[in-house]
C-alpha cells in the first residue's frame, strides 16, 4: 500500500468525484469523502511523526489540497479548515509559543489535539459572524474566566463541517475589554458537545457539501482549550503567519480552477457541432478562451507553489508574507475568471444543473469572497508596493 500523501490524495480524488454531483445537490455533508481521508491517514497529514502523522510541510499541504480539489473542492475545503488548525498548532515553534508566554501545560494540550487528528479527529474554524465577517477585531462572541477555565459565548455564521467536526477552533473577544477597534481576540478548541448548537443556515450557491452552517455557543471550556496558553494571540498571528489563514484557501481553489480546465478540455473534445466537421475544438475562440485558462491555471499554481516554497523555508518573513496574498488572489482570481471563461466556451451544455462545469462554475464564484477577500489582498500588496506597512499603513484591516 502507498504511503506518498500525493498519490494517496488523487486515489481519494477519484472517489471524491464520484460522489460529488450528489453531495452538491442535496448540500449533504460528504462523510464518505471524509471516512476516505481518514482511512487514508490524511487527516494526520501535518500531525509531527512523533505524535502519529505525516509530519508533512506547507508545500506538501499545498499540493495534497490541490489534488483533493480536483475531485471534490468542497470536501478539499473542508480538508483545507482541518489542515488550518493543525498545520497552525504544529508549525508554531515550541521557543516562539514559549517568547509569546505559553505556559508548558499548552504544549500537551496541544500534542493531545495533533495525536487524536493523527487518530481520525476532524477539525473547523469558526471565526466569521453576521456583523464582523471575519474581520477578527470586529468580533462580538465573547469570553470570559469561570471557575478554573473560560465561558465563550456568540454566535457565528458560517462554520465549514459544523455539526460533523470533533472540535472547532474560536476567535472570541475579551468580555472585559471595551467594544472598541483593538479588542483582545484569543483562540479556543472547544470539544464537540453540549453547549454548541448548530444552525442549518447554510444552502448557498457553491460549495454547498461543506455544510458550513451557523454555530450558536455557550460553552465551558477548560483552561488548556485556550490555544497558546495566552490571552490576544488571534490578531498576532494572523498577521505574523498568515500562511493558514490566507494561502490554505489558494491551494483548493487552484484545484478547483483545474478542475474546471479539464472539464472544459473534455466537453469541447467531446462536443459535436453541425457545420463545424472539427467539433467545438476547432473554433478558434473556442481554443483561445482554453488557452488563456491554461495560462491563468498555471500562473496561479506557479505562485502558490512559490509562496509554499518560502513558507517552508522562511515563514513569517514580510517577502514570504506578500507572496501569501498574491497566491490567495491570484487563485481566487483564477477560478472565478476561468470558470467563467470555460462556461462561455462550452455553451449551455457546460450550465444544465448537474453538469461537471456547472458545479465547478458555482464552487469557483466563492474563492474571491472567501477571507481575506481578492480586494483585500490587492489592498495588502498595492500598501506594500507603495512602501508603506501592509498592516498599518491603510485604512483597510484585513484581521
Ligand atoms: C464556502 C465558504 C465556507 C466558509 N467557511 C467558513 C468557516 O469554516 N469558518 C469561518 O469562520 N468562516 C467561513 N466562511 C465565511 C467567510 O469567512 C466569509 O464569507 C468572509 O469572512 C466574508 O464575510 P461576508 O461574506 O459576511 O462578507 P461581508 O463582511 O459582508 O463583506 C463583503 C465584502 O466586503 C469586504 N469588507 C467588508 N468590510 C470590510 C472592511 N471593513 N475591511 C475590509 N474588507 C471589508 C469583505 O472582505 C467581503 O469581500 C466561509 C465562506 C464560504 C463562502
Known amino acids: 500500500m502507498t504511503t506518498d500523501p500525493l498519490a494517496v490524495a488523487h486515489g481519494c480524488a477519484e472517489r471524491f468525484a464520484a460522489r460529488a454531483a450528489a453531495h452538491d445537490r442535496d448540500a449533504s455533508f460528504p462523510s464518505d469523502d471524509v471516512a476516505d481521508l481518514r482511512a487514508a491517514g490524511l487527516l494526520g497529514l501535518l500531525v509531527p511523526a512523533h505524535l502519529g502523522g505525516s509530519g508533512a510541510g506547507f508545500a506538501d499541504y499545498v499540493g495534497v489540497a490541490m489534488a483533493l480539489a480536483r475531485g471534490s473542492g468542497a470536501t478539499a475545503l473542508v480538508f483545507n479548515m482541518h489542515a488550518s488548525v493543525t498545520g497552525a498548532l504544529a508549525g508554531v515553534p515550541d521557543d516562539l509559543a514559549r517568547s509569546l508566554g505559553a505556559p508548558e501545560s499548552f504544549f500537551a494540550a496541544r500534542d493531545a489535539v495533533l495525536a487524536a487528528a493523527a487518530d481520525g479527529a476532524l ?35 458560517v462554520c465549514t463541517g459544523a455539526g460533523h467536526l470533533d472540535g472547532y477552533l474560536v476567535a472570541a473577544r475579551a468580555a472585559a475589554a471595551a467594544a472598541d477597534a483593538d479588542p483582545r481576540v484569543s483562540y479556543f478548541l472547544v470539544p464537540a458537545g453540549d453547549g454548541l448548537t448548530v444552525d442549518a443556515t447554510w444552502d448557498p450557491l457553491g460549495m454547498r457539501a461543506t455544510a458550513s452552517n451557523g454555530l450558536t455557543l455557550d460553552v465551558a471550556v477548560p483552561a488548556d482549550a485556550l490555544v497558546g496558553g495566552v490571552e490576544g494571540l488571534a490578531v498576532l498571528l494572523a498577521y505574523a503567519l498568515p500562511q493558514w489563514l490566507v494561502a490554505s484557501y489558494a491551494a483548493v481553489y487552484v484545484g ?27 473554433v478558434g475562440f473556442v481554443r483561445a478562451r ?12 506557479t505562485v502558490l507553489e512559490e509562496a509554499a516554497r518560502r513558507v517552508d523555508a522562511a515563514p513569517g518573513e514580510p517577502e514570504t508574507n506578500r507572496w501569501v496574498y498574491r497566491a490567495k488572489l491570484l487563485a481566487g482570481d483564477a477560478a ?64
Open 123 to 157: 477539525y473547523g474554524v469558526a471565526i466569521t459572524e453576521r456583523e464582523a465577517g471575519s474581520r477578527l477585531w470586529a468580533l462580538r462572541s465573547t469570553y470570559a474566566r469561570e471557575g478554573d477555565g473560560y465561558r465563550v459565548r456568540g454566535v457565528k455564521s
Open 256 to 282: 478547483v480552477a483545474q478542475a474546471t480546465l479539464a472539464a472544459a478540455l473534455d466537453h469541447v473534445a467531446s462536443r459535436s457541432v453541425a457545420g463545424t466537421p472539427g467539433g467545438l475544438g476547432s
Open 290 to 301: 482554453l488557452g488563456r485558462a491554461d495560462a491563468q491555471v498555471e500562473a496561479a499554481r
Open 336 to 399: 472565478a475568471e476561468v470558470a467563467a471563461s470555460c462556461t462561455e466556451a462550452c455553451g449551455l451544455g457546460a450550465l444544465r444543473r448537474g453538469a461537471p462545469l456547472e458545479r465547478l462554475f458555482r464552487d469557483a464564484r466563492s474563492g474571491a469572497v472567501m477571507p481575506p477577500s481578492s480586494d483585500v489582498c490587492a489592498d495588502f500588496l498595492g500598501t506594500a508596493a507603495l512602501g508603506l506597512d501592509p498592516i498599518t499603513g491603510t485604512e483597510v484591516r484585513p484581521w
